[in-house]
């Protein structure tokens, strides 16, 4: 473990797991994820251009980011984490930046409904649109990879259920940072690993969940994929914690992709919090994290760049 992890990890339990947990304006938490994001590390040459996305009852905002030398054609399609409650195209950007920039891909990070204004099925409904909107303007699904970290990465999986159940078709790959899939909550690390996360709020959780399904079930697989469809699924890379609460999401989600024929690769960090690959360029841990992700998503959307392309990053 690194020092700078270390540090991180103090902080993250004496400073933003207590307010979390006593944050009742989301409003307000998702300002200040966009204020951290603010001061995280963007790569040189990093470009955001707004796109408004269709959808039955309206538009969605959101961004394309891409670095350098991007690719047209290859796409990343990416959902932003928040419990479904907050987050952001903005808070994300980095994030979405840095993937970007180890892809040569362009990177979509739509800013989907949240809740509790717009419950389930909104925010799933609208994953939907931004996928189809990618297809309808000549993105071949070969060339569209899904990205989502936390509630982000349950839409992954979800997305991934429904194109198993619908007339959608498979992307060419999916990638999930510590991925919220089993709105049972179920996972015996909810109350394992309640003293160990540094980051998330164990007992908020399912307050958050609740905003969130209102009186959906909560085994509906749109919600929790856990429980969802995945014959013929694409290749799947999970990365989680071993020290966080939904540690067992991940395992889980693993296991139900394996049981199905996917080919899954679930990994797993020691000592890190809650979707660390958000400090990239500052922690090694997410560095070396992103590194993996992003030469996953490479092999399968076939964008491997120059290798003085590596090293001029």
């Known amino acids: 473990m690194s020092f700078r992890l270390t540090l991180l990890n103090l902080f993250y339990r004496y400073i933003e797991r207590p307010l979390l947990a006593r944050a009742t304006d989301f409003g307000s938490v998702g300002a200040r994820l966009d204020k951290q994001a603010a ?5 040189a040459g990093t470009h955001a251009n707004p796109v408004r996305i ?13 670095t350098g030398r991007a690719s047209r054609s ?45 419950r389930f099925p909104a925010a799933i409904e609208d994953a939907v649109s931004c996928y189809r909107h990618l297809l309808s303007i000549g993105h071949a699904p070969e060339d569209i990879a899904l990205l989502g970290d936390s509630a982000g990465g349950g839409m992954v999986m979800a997305l991934l259920h429904l194109c198993g159940t619908t007339d959608l078709p498979y992307p060419a790959c999916a990638v999930a940072f510590s991925p919220w899939v089993d709105m049972t909550l179920s996972g015996a690390s909810h109350g394992r690993n ?11 959780i399912p307050e958050a969940r609740d905003q ?13 994929p856990v429980f969802g469809t995945f014959d013929g699924a694409p290749p799947v890379l999970i990365q989680a914690s071993r020290a966080e609460i939904l540690e067992d999401d991940a395992r889980a989600m693993a296991a139900t992709l394996s049981r199905q024929g996917v080919d899954v690769q679930l990994d797993f960090w020691e000592k890190t919090p809650h979707c660390w690959q ?3 360029g500052r922690l090694p841990e997410a560095d070396d994290a992103l590194d993996k992700a992003g030469a996953f998503v490479r092999r399968h959307l076939g964008t491997d760049p120059l290798e003085t392309d590596r090293q001029a990053r």
């Open 39 to 43: 001061r995280l590390h963007e790569p």
């Open 54 to 66: 269709p959808y039955e009852d309206g538009w969605i905002d959101a961004r394309w980011i891409s």
């Open 212 to 224: 969130y399904l209102g009186s959906a079930p909560t085994d509906d697989p749109r919600a929790s």
């Open 278 to 280: 958000h400090l990239q």
């Open 74 to 118: 290859k796409v990343i399609l990416f959902f932003h984490g928040g419990a479904y409650l907050f987050g952001s195209s903005t808070s994300h950007r980095p994030l979405a930046a840095a993937m970007a920039d180890r892809t040569r891909a362009r990177v979509l990070i739509p800013d989907y409904r949240l809740a509790p204004n717009h």
């Open 194 to 204: 309640a003293q160990r996360e540094v980051l998330l709020p164990a007992r908020r």
